[in-house]
């Protein structure tokens, strides 16, 4: 079955600077590949999104670029701002049944 | 996107009783799931919520320490049966829209078992 790798699982960055998450994939058919914040004491929240037929995807301050050749994607946060402080999730969407395989989380630490 | 409301938002439960979490969705949606996530972890599927039929379970769980009821395509229920410590955790329901795979989390249920 699918199995996904995301790295690192804590990262600590200066303010304004850049926060890269990097996850890794097995199936080489997924096709939709999201990414969640998720601040204390809330549900999980999308925050961008790419779908194979792109490789890149921006929205403001983040962006996410996808290699199907390689099976890897990553986000990116520039500018970070300490409301970015969060946990944030890499998933991978399995068309067979709809569910989400997850990623084990990087908290994202924006340091003053 | 959905709304969805999910109700308690925490709970301290003694061992050996019962809670039932709701979720409610501003409209109708096809598949809905139960999570649950540990302190610190990932999120771990419990089982799929399937409209007036049996619920599917995932691989650890089963339909007596978790039964699930979906009367229709807005609302759901997970109940924690004879509840242990080792329940404690974070218990989510999510939502998907099968046109653009928009998955939407609850807010979640914080249990804590004493």
């Known amino acids: 079955g699918e199995n996904v790798e995301q790295h690192p699982s804590t990262l600590s960055v200066q303010e304004g600077d850049s926060a890269v998450i990097k996850c890794t994939y097995s199936?080489?058919?997924?096709?939709?590949f999201p990414w969640y914040k998720q601040e204390l004491g809330k549900g999980p929240q999308l925050i961008i999104d790419i779908r194979s037929n792109v490789g890149e995807k921006k929205d403001q301050r983040i962006a996410v670029t996808l290699n199907k050749t390689a099976k890897h994607f990553s986000l990116h946060i520039t500018e970070t701002q300490p409301e970015d402080s969060a946990v944030y999730f890499c998933a991978v969407f399995m068309d067979s049944n709809y569910q989400l395989i997850w990623g084990a989380g990087t908290k994202l630490i924006i340091k003053p | 996107s959905a709304v969805i409301s999910q109700k308690p938002s925490r709970d301290i439960c003694q061992r050996g009783t019962s809670l039932t979490i709701q979720c409610q969705v501003d409209?109708?949606?096809?598949?809905m799931f139960w999570y649950r996530q540990q302190p610190g972890q990932s999120l771990t599927l419990i089982a799929t919520a399937n409209q007036g039929s049996e619920a599917t379970y995932e691989s650890g769980f089963v339909i007596d320490k978790f039964p699930i009821s979906r009367p229709n395509l807005t609302f759901s229920t997970l109940t924690v049966s004879n509840m242990s410590p080792e329940d404690s955790s974070i218990y989510l329901c999510?939502?998907?829209?099968?046109?653009?795979?928009?998955?939407?989390f609850g807010s979640g249920t914080r249990l804590t078992v004493v």
């Open positions: 409209s109708q949606v096809t598949m």
């Open positions: 999510s939502v998907v829209r099968t046109a653009n795979y928009g998955y939407t």
């Open positions: 199936d080489s058919a997924s096709n939709y």
